[in-house]
């Protein structure tokens, strides 16, 4: 990690950290469709909006097209990855008690594209591309994640009034001159300006929803369940283990059930139980991450908890594993990686606890003894 402020903080990533990927939301959303595509099994519809959905039997109404043609479709299961502002569970709740909570925090952001440079024309990266670069202004702060392709996906996060101040090219540049000089060579004014007022705004919101369920009917998956502030890039991963819990529980329950509807209720209460906690843990850990990153990774114990955690890790990984490793590179549920991280953290204050009182007990006996020192 590369924490830039008034001096460089330079913190490499582990092995593990290195394989992280970044990965433009629009450019995924096409690869998803295109293999959608390609499968014979998959319908897609387009301009259909969802406007009412009746679980007990299995049907939603679409208004189609811009006509709003009212259209019926039916089916066994009825999944929804409609993300944030997801209609499907608002219909869940009309008919299901499901505990339901949102928090905004004051912040947008907006996705700034750095480009690849040429170096004896050869494309390279513009930095460091084995580092999570990070500029941390406690109000606001840029973030930038190498992508395959020798660029970096760099994210201003600022809060709405300061967008809606920097409304002109002078104003941009101004601003990026005072907090962010390095950057703007390595962005360009033209990309940097034409990405600021082009590229949307997107604002920043964290959801819980329990169960993520109902009846033998309905199911969510992703933002739709457990939206999450993007300060910990799990979001899509989190949606992703969604999914495969989805396949094991229904493989699992179908299989030895005597009948399909038993069994597919079985299955969406497993889900739940099992995602819930994990998907509560994880809006918690990017909430956490969003502070740290905002101004943490600039304070000296920031800086020394890292180092330790990284020496110990080195060292001995079967004793420590840091948090963000157990997050982004392991199986580890979210819930279990933040509790052996509690462990893990009560350990290492135990260790210094006792180092310190065992270098006091060492002064003092020493000064008992009466060594004294002795300076040339």
């Known amino acids: 990690m590369t924490a830039r402020s008034s001096a460089a903080v330079l913190q490499a990533r582990t092995a593990l950290m290195r394989s992280a990927i970044g990965l433009l939301s629009r450019f995924f959303n096409v690869l998803v469709l295109e293999?959608?595509?390609?499968c014979p099994e998959v319908t897609m519809y387009f301009e259909h909006k969802l406007n009412r959905i009746d679980f007990s039997k299995g049907s939603m109404d679409f208004l189609q097209g811009p006509e709003k043609t009212k259209v019926t479709k039916h089916a066994d299961l009825i999944v929804g990855t409609d993300g944030a502002y997801s209609k499907v569970?608002?219909?869940?709740?009309?008919?299901?008690?499901?505990?339901?909570?949102?928090?905004?925090?004051?912040?947008?952001?907006?996705?700034?594209h750095m480009p690849a440079k040429l170096?004896?024309?050869?494309?390279?990266y513009a930095m460091d591309p084995n580092h999570l670069h990070i500029w941390p202004r406690h109000k606001f702060l840029i973030t930038a994640i190498p992508d395959r392709d020798h660029t970096f996906t760099c994210t201003l996060f600022m809060p709405y009034g300061m967008f809606e101040a920097i409304d002109t090219?002078?104003?941009?540049?101004?601003?990026?001159?005072?907090?962010?000089?390095?950057?703007?060579?390595?962005?360009?004014?033209?990309?940097?300006?034409?990405?600021?007022?082009?590229?949307?705004?997107?604002?920043?919101?964290?959801?819980?929803?329990?169960?993520?369920?109902?009846?033998?009917?309905?199911?969510?998956?992703?933002?739709?369940?457990?939206?999450?502030?993007?300060?910990?890039?799990?979001?899509?991963?989190?949606?992703?283990?969604?999914?495969?819990v989805l396949f094991k529980v229904l493989d699992e329950h179908l299989i030895c059930s005597a009948t399909v509807p038993y069994g597919l209720q079985q299955a969406l209460e497993a889900y739940s139980a099992e995602r819930?906690?994990?998907?509560?843990?994880?809006?918690?850990?990017a909430m956490y991450n969003h502070k740290?990153?905002?101004?943490?990774?600039?304070?000296?114990?920031?800086?020394?908890?890292?180092?330790?955690?990284?020496?110990?890790?080195q060292r001995a990984p079967q004793v420590l594993v840091p948090l963000y490793c157990?997050?982004?590179f392991s199986t580890i549920p979210y819930s279990e990686a933040i509790r052996r991280w509690r462990r893990q953290s009560i350990g290492i204050l135990v260790v210094l606890s006792v180092l310190a009182l065992i270098s006091m007990v060492s002064l003092f006996w020493l000064v008992a003894q009466g060594v004294t020192t002795v300076y040339s």
């Open 35 to 38: 293999a959608a595509e390609k």
């Open 89 to 112: 569970r608002g219909q869940m709740m009309r008919m299901t008690r499901m505990n339901y909570q949102q928090e905004y925090i004051d912040e947008c952001y907006c996705e700034l």
């Open 119 to 124: 170096v004896e024309g050869k494309r390279t």
């Open 169 to 244: 090219n002078e104003k941009l540049m101004e601003f990026f001159a005072t907090y962010f000089k390095d950057i703007i060579p390595l962005i360009g004014e033209e990309t940097l300006q034409k990405d600021y007022f082009q590229n949307p705004r997107g604002s920043l919101i964290s959801i819980k929803a329990s169960p993520h369920h109902v009846l033998a009917k309905g199911v969510l998956l992703g933002d739709s369940a457990h939206a999450m502030v993007p300060f910990y890039g799990q979001g899509l991963n989190c949606g992703l283990q969604d999914v495969q």
């Open 276 to 285: 819930v906690e994990d998907c509560h843990a994880m809006c918690d850990l």
């Open 292 to 313: 740290e990153l905002r101004s943490g990774v600039t304070s000296l114990s920031y800086l020394i908890r890292r180092r330790l955690e990284r020496w110990i890790h």
């Open 326 to 328: 157990m997050v982004s």
